[in-house]
């Protein structure tokens, strides 16, 4: 039911033409926004958006996140991702993050961006966050483990004087692996409203966010057991492998001051060699 790895070129082709899609979701939420709309406004955007474009299931539904919340300030939970009635302010930074499923293909994609024009400061973190597309490849390419690039990672941040905020996202991961869906049967959709936090993160039996989480909970539940690698990626013991074959939703998120950005894209793990599934997306154009 559920498929991690041996992904066939067209599949492969498959989830590139999703994740795009995925991005252009985002980013036409992302024009809409103005000052004074609030996280659920841009949430509710999204949700319809990716209906109209077939998406009515997800893996984890849209995330928006405004000003300082971007830098997912103390205390956080992961009930703090959920949409609030914080207004969006002129100049505000936006973290906008979907992990949308087409047709049983589970991306996940974040972009960030700014209400107003970016100010030089944003954009230097916008720039300082991009160099880990490189670093986190180069190390993969290069036989390091999870561990040792989450490590790195988080120490090449913290050198420059940043916060490292993925260890605020679930299970603290720089990255997890994504998925293809191939027996949905009758999941039930994710609902538009009411957009509270019930009906925000729908995880009861039998939703696609259940079924694939099952399987994160199965996986991680190994790993404990006999050591092998878990489908998340994050600093902890339990990484100290290879990537495993597949595709992995790699995301950093740095803060500075009120200003969190993070970019999400999926890498490619062959056995042989590691790519980006895909150099049309939208950090790179915004660099």
Request: a negative charge; charged letters at 20%.
């Amino acid at each position: 039911m559920i498929k991690s790895d041996g992904f066939s070129d067209t599949q492969i082709d498959q989830f590139r033409r999703w994740q795009r899609l995925s991005f252009g979701v985002l980013r036409e939420v992302a024009d809409q926004l103005v000052p004074g709309m609030t996280e659920r406004d841009a949430t509710r955007l999204a949700v319809k958006a990716f209906a109209r474009e077939g998406a009515r299931r997800y893996f984890h539904p849209p995330v928006a996140l405004f000003g300082v919340r971007t830098t997912c300030p103390e205390p956080w939970t992961t009930q703090s991702f959920y949409p609030t009635d914080y207004a969006l302010g002129e100049d505000d930074p936006i973290i906008m993050d979907a992990s949308p499923m087409f047709d049983g293909f589970v991306v996940d994609t974040s972009i960030s961006c700014t209400a107003g024009p970016a100010s030089a400061e944003y954009a230097q973190v916008l720039a300082d966050n991009l160099v880990y597309r490189d670093r986190v490849l180069e190390a993969v390419r290069a036989g390091a483990t999870c561990r040792e690039i989450a490590v790195d990672v988080d120490q090449h941040l913290t050198s420059r004087g940043y916060r490292n905020r993925h260890g605020k996202h679930p299970e603290a991961v720089l990255g997890h692996q994504v998925v293809h869906l191939s027996d949905r049967g009758m999941l039930p959709d994710t609902p538009i409203e009411p957009f509270s936090p019930a009906g925000y993160a729908p995880i009861g039996g039998g939703t696609p966010s259940a079924v694939v989480l099952g399987w994160f909970i199965k996986g991680i539940a190994a790993a404990h057991a006999d050591g092998s690698m878990p489908p998340t990626w994050n600093d902890t013991p339990l990484c100290s492998h290879l990537a495993s074959s597949g595709l992995w939703a790699v995301e950093p998120h740095i803060g500075l001051g009120g200003i969190g950005v993070k970019w999400e894209e999926l890498l490619v793990v062959d056995g042989r060699d590691a790519y980006w599934l895909d150099d049309q997306v939208p950090h790179l154009s915004t660099t």
